[in-house]
């Protein structure tokens, strides 16, 4: 199984981020799949995740502002009202299973910068 | 929300000595409890998930202990590739899933 982020680098404040996971070489539709992300020079924050049923769950901290979906092979992230402190690696991952909610395989990453 | 705690901050170890990495949980986790190592530049790779099951391909090396609050990660004789810094994450009590703020193990 192999993921790969995509989406604009730069996102303009106020504005909505919305992000892009391509999961390929496995199976989308028996797994969760989670987005996080990671501040420069900082640790990890859990955003999010959702299964193909639509079963979802987010961050408490970010809910107002996070949608989350999947089709295809694809599942998505949608921020908005976006701030320099949400400039980060985003990362999409799954979740290693129903019992251990851990994140077993990752994407390499994209970059978004906030910025006017 | 549930708070990890990683301790310390930097770890410097020489090559071939043992490493060991602390965790501390706010509130009980069971045993809920991952590790991930990051290299710089790379996303974070699972080591050990349930506290001290090693993930798939992951080098004996490694090992986790601990269930309740407290929980160790331990290298038994660091490789170069080992330095690195190191999560933990608990998935008992959520949301949120949380990480801890990191451990960077460094060559001494």
């Known amino acids: 199984v192999q993921l790969q982020e995509s989406g604009p680098g730069l996102v303009r404040p106020s504005e909505t981020l919305s992000l892009t996971c391509t999961v390929s070489?496995?199976?989308?539709?028996?797994?969760?799949w989670a987005w996080i992300r990671q501040p420069p020079g900082k640790g990890l924050e859990w955003i999010a995740y959702?299964?193909?049923?639509?079963i979802r769950n987010y961050n408490p901290s970010l809910e107002s502002r996070v949608t989350i979906d999947t089709s295809e092979n694809q599942l998505s992230l949608r921020l908005s009202s976006v701030t320099a402190a949400d400039t980060a690696v985003y990362y999409c991952a799954r979740l290693y299973g129903l019992v251990v909610w851990a994140f077993d395989i990752w994407g390499p990453g994209t970059v978004v910068t906030v910025s006017s | 929300e549930v708070v990890m705690t990683q301790s310390p901050a930097t770890l410097s170890v020489s090559p071939g000595e043992r490493a060991t990495l602390s965790c501390r949980a706010s509130?009980?986790?069971?045993?809920?409890l991952a590790w991930y190592q990051q290299k710089p530049g790379q996303a974070p790779r699972l080591l050990i998930y349930g506290a001290s099951t090693r993930a798939t391909g992951i080098p004996a090396r490694f090992s986790g202990s601990g269930s309740g609050t407290e929980f160790t990660l331990t290298i038994s004789s660091l490789q170069s590739e080992d330095f690195a810094v190191y999560y933990c994450?608990?998935?008992?009590?959520?949301?949120?899933?949380?990480f801890g703020q990191g451990t960077r193990l460094e060559i001494k």
């Open positions: 959702v299964s193909y049923t639509g």
């Open positions: 994450q608990q998935y008992n009590n959520w949301p949120p899933i949380s």
């Open positions: 070489g496995g199976s989308f539709s028996s797994s969760y």
């Open positions: 509130q009980s986790i069971s045993s809920s």
